[in-house]
């Protein structure tokens, strides 16, 4: 076995081991099912929606918003246009009357983080929660929610489970499935207690983390991620509510979504570095010894197989076209005189074997993502995720990791 | 901390790929079974040969003509062969016994094929290809594929192809008989001198004008 060959065998060992981590997690404890329980108390919160040239789906993120089941004397919104040079604040004026809105405007900082920790000078509520302005909410999302902070008092923040809004071309089918498996995964990492990202649409956090951790931070444009990163490292609490559900526009180019990962995959990266010493830190418990260290194995991984099999298959081109050119064999497209033996035709190495498995457990994890949201993925979503995904992800993860090691600033909308 | 989760991962991860590893060596040795299997039914199928030429020492050719005595299964076998000398690599014990009995049968077919065509004035067409996958010879690669070609374009073309660095006395034999010392690929067509070095397949075609005497896949024969 060559070493190219070895490396990809590590490279299935890191997705194999997480893949039979996560099942072994799921079998131990399985997501509870949504009750229609309400609340014991209900906190007062206010759901901060940053946001930047966002005119076309501003209105209806705050309608998600306002049609939540929530007693509104508790529930308020608060719109902050993050320096728009759209209709973005004509948009927002839809809502000027509305006791429960406040509005906005400030001069836009670079990040998103800077408007998020406007948005908590402006606020005084008990629970504070942020939403994209590209996002919505389902009626229940925000009880399912304050439930889990209701249940237990030491919850400092919560992930909700993201879906994809209206998944309609061949990209935003593919992030459907994509969606589908961090359902799955985001929970079972719940249960060990390593969530890495608390992200835009909905997160939801208990005033008091900020005056215990500090207010929000540029971090690399991934001030969601650093925000987890930091309740771990201050050995707080945070849980992915999968019985509350958010939806989310995704990138419909490939341009955008690629920039969209390159910032997501970068801000991994650069929070890794910034917070190094997590790594393999018992004190840390699983987000420093599996979920961070898995993480940046998998990155790698990515990179390496993607590598590997775009030179394995250049040189294959290369090789037939030598051939060609050197034998004066003509090409043939005529089918084999005689049937082919299925011994002999099917490929049954251990690298085979072990790429079935994988694609058979990310299969089971995506089935049991489905049940956990209830969301109907079509055949052409999963074709296209297999096919597509291997192809375009390593582009952002080439950008990504070539961003970090030039430190090249890229805005936090590219 | 989860260690026993951990743990328990580890060694279902390690399972899976005993399993992988198990399912791939079972499908390896089923290879090595049909193809051993192949060549004992080629062996009986020589013996059987030898035994009918004998035998037919007194009768006329056109019964040797009708019944087509030698084996067709040879060329197949080749192709299950190099399969399995992909998956279990060219230095694997079982494969360079399969390869020496596969070099042997050739061989036997070989002098058959003299035999019959001497008894019965037959003008075979066929090809002693020597090759190397030991390094030395870069271009081995290719003249396979325009003997593949060759073989699928002429169904009555026989290709005998050897190893040529298997430690077979028999094969050496017929190394030192032809004198085929020099740089590989080597040919030797129709018995004449050996050819050294590759050669590409309109070149080949030149040095073979016999292989117009032949029928092509696409002709219709009888």
Known sequence: ???????????????????????????????????????????????????????????????????????????????????????????????????????????????????????????????????????????????????????????????????????????????????????????????????????????????????????????????????????????????????????????????????????????????????????????????????????????????????????????????????????????????????PQWLYVIDTSMLTFLIVFTLGMMFTAIFIGQRISGTKLTLVSFVSYFLLYGFVAPFWLARAGWDTVLSKERGWLT | MAWKKYLLTLVITAAIFATAFYAAWRFNQARIADIAATEQSISIDILSSETQFDLLGNLDCKTIEENDILSDELNSLASRLSVAEQNLGSDNKQVILLKKQYSLLQIKDYLLLEQISKKCNLKPVYILYFYSNAGDCAQCGEAGQVLTYLRQTYPGLRVYSFDYNLDLSALKTLESLYKVSGPLPAYIINGRAPIFGFKPLDELQKIMPELKTLATSTTPTN
């Open chain 1, 1 to 339: 076995m060559d070493i190219g060959t070895s490396g990809i065998y590590v490279c299935l060992f890191l997705a194999v081991y997480f893949e039979v981590f996560l099942l072994i997690s799921f079998l131990e404890k399985r997501p509870s099912k949504k009750t229609k329980a309400l609340p014991t108390r209900y906190p007062s919160v206010a759901i901060l929606v940053p946001c930047w040239n966002k005119g076309d789906t501003l209105a209806p993120t705050i309608d998600s918003l306002l049609e939540m089941e929530y007693p509104k004397d508790k529930l308020s919104i608060v719109i902050i246009d993050d320096g728009s040079t759209d209709n973005t604040f004509e948009a927002a004026q839809k809502f000027a009357h509305n006791p429960q809105v406040k509005i906005f405007q400030k001069k836009n900082e670079g990040s998103k983080y800077s408007a998020l920790n406007f948005g908590l000078e402006h606020s005084d509520s008990e629970l504070v929660g942020c939403l994209d302005a590209d996002s919505f909410v389902e009626k229940d999302a925000l009880i399912e929610m304050v439930k889990a902070f209701n249940d237990d008092p030491l919850i400092m923040a919560a992930a909700p489970a993201m879906k994809v809004h209206r998944p309609r071309n061949i990209l935003e089918l593919m992030q459907s499935v994509e969606y589908t498996f961090g359902i799955f995964y985001k929970k079972m990492f719940d249960n060990i207690n390593a969530i890495s990202v608390l992200p835009g649409p909905f997160s939801i956090y208990r005033r008091t983390l900020f005056s215990i951790v500090g207010p929000f931070r540029k971090a690399h444009h991934t001030e969601d991620m650093e925000m987890a990163f930091r309740i771990h490292v201050n050995g707080l609490k945070l849980v992915n509510v999968h019985t509350a559900f958010v939806h989310t526009n995704v990138p419909k180019t490939v341009g955008a979504l690629i920039r969209q990962r390159t910032r997501w995959s970068r801000g991994f990266l650069e929070n890794s570095r910034d917070y190094s010493y997590v790594y393999f830190n018992k004190k840390y418990g699983n987000f420093g010894m599996l979920a961070l260290p898995l993480g940046l194995a998998g990155f790698i991984a990515g990179l390496y197989t993607a590598g590997y099999a775009a030179w394995s298959l250049s040189s294959y081109f290369i090789s037939k076209t030598y051939s060609l050119w050197q034998t004066h064999v003509p090409i043939s497209l005529s089918l084999p005189t005689q049937p």
